[in-house]
């Protein structure tokens, strides 16, 4: 699995399959693994690289302020790398902001840019939320902080229907040799609290998706509204019945949305 060294860190990433670029970015503590229910779908149909975010994975975690301008500073060194002018990037949580700043600051490089679960900038309540994220994993380990994490992570449906996904990839979570170090975990929900785009957001020019789970207690679907009511001409679909994390919940309908709207950029 490919490493470079760009901005004074090693970014780790994966890529695979032919055609027009695509670029998965994972949220909050979370890396490449992240998009293994997208990446076999994408490749079929895209050159697709999927990027461990500085602080997660296999990437370095230097302990300094991590912002999503240094992030997408970060995914534009690894398409450097790989002579990719321009691509479309996914991204979700974290890395929905990443793909804001992208489009934002360096839109030559941008074809389009899907803002899945995610916000203009934190509210109080998240805010809190993650320092106390930060603190239970701080004091009682990865393991708890996990458990907690989950709660937020999945709608309601998932915990009555489907404990097993829920079990699996809580299993993974806590077992993953390359998980967050505390130092990457709490930088990373710094980049989160920090970040503010929503006075810029009109400058966004690109072809833009937006989507927000129905049930998502950690960016509810009145945070994806707003992107869409501030850029121009943004698609924005309330998914049904699915909590923060979709693309896990509904893998296929992600799989289906995501790819038919590049598709149609294409046309």
């Known amino acids: 699995m490919p490493t470079i060294q760009a901005n004074g860190i090693d970014i780790h990433y994966i890529a695979a399959g032919h055609g027009t670029p695509v670029v998965l970015l994972a949220g909050f503590g979370g890396d490449h693994l992240s998009w293994g229910l997208q990446f076999p779908a994408f490749r079929a149909r895209h050159h697709t690289i999927a990027v461990d975010n500085r602080g997660c994975g296999r990437s370095s975690a230097p302990d300094a302020p991590y912002t999503p301008a240094i992030m997408a500073a ?20 974290l890395g929905g902001m990443i793909a804001q700043e992208l489009a934002l600051a360096h839109p030559r490089r941008v074809l389009s840019i899907q803002l899945h679960s995610t916000a203009g900038r934190a509210d109080p309540y998240l805010r809190i939320l993650l320092e106390t994220w930060r603190q239970v994993r701080a004091q009682l380990g990865r393991e708890m902080v996990q458990q907690s994490m989950a709660l937020w992570l999945f709608g309601r449906r998932t915990f009555a229907e489907r404990p097993e996904l829920i079990d699996m990839l809580m299993r993974q979570a806590t077992t993953y040799p390359y998980a967050p170090t505390e130092v990457g975990f709490a ?54 019945e699915a909590g923060h994390m979709w693309c896990w919940e509904k893998p296929a309908e992600f799989n289906a949305l995501a790819l038919d709207f590049i598709a149609k950029i294409a046309r």
């Open 74 to 93: 970060d995914a534009l060194a690894v398409l450097d790398h790989l002579g990719i002018e321009a691509a479309h990037f996914v991204g979700i949580s």
């Open 187 to 240: 930088r990373q929900g710094e980049a989160v609290v920090t970040y503010d785009s929503v006075a810029r957001l009109g400058a966004i020019s690109c072809p833009t998706l937006i989507t927000a789970g129905e049930d998502d207690l950690l960016v509810p679907p009145r945070f994806g509204r707003e992107l869409a009511e501030r850029i121009a001409h943004a698609e924005f679909h309330l998914v049904r």
